[in-house]
Nanobody, 124 residues
Framework: QLHLVESGGGVVQAGGSLRLSCAASGRTFSDYFMAWFRQAPGKEREVVTAISWRGDRTYYPDSVKGRFTISRDNAKNTAYLQMNSLKPEDTAVYYC?????????????????WGQGTQVTVSS
């Protein structure tokens, strides 16, 4: 069993920055393809970004490309999401997710392990 715990959420003004962390435990972290998803009230969960096992490949949808950066430190068993130039539409609960396979990368059902989420609120 892989356990994931997100932290670093909070309230920030539009244009500001936050860094989220996802701490993993229980299994070998480097065996897992990692991703961040987010979900706003009344909306479907959507992918934010994903990163390969060694961190050599990253994936972003157009909505966050150029503003968000995913990274990982396998020695610390931690994945990160650096969010810059935040917009009110970025407001959501952000979730860390893990899979041993890359699969389609964008689909929540492709991921086997999830954290409880951390709230990000961007005010205008």
């Amino acid at each position: 069993q892989l356990h994931l715990v997100e932290s670093g959420g909070g309230v920030v003004q539009a244009g500001g920055s936050l860094r989220l962390s996802c701490a993993a435990s229980g299994r070998t972290f480097s065996d897992y393809f990692m991703a961040w998803f987010r979900q706003a009230p009344g909306k479907e969960r959507e992918v934010v970004t994903a990163i390969s096992w060694r961190g050599d490949r990253t994936y972003y949808p157009d909505s966050v490309k150029g503003r968000f950066t995913i990274s990982r430190d396998n020695a610390k068993n931690t994945a990160y999401l650096q969010m810059n130039s935040l917009k009110p539409e970025d407001t959501a609960v952000y979730y860390c997710a893990a899979s041993k396979l890359q699969r389609a990368w964008r689909i929540p059902s492709d991921y086997d392990y999830w954290g409880q989420g951390t709230q990000v609120t961007v005010s205008s």
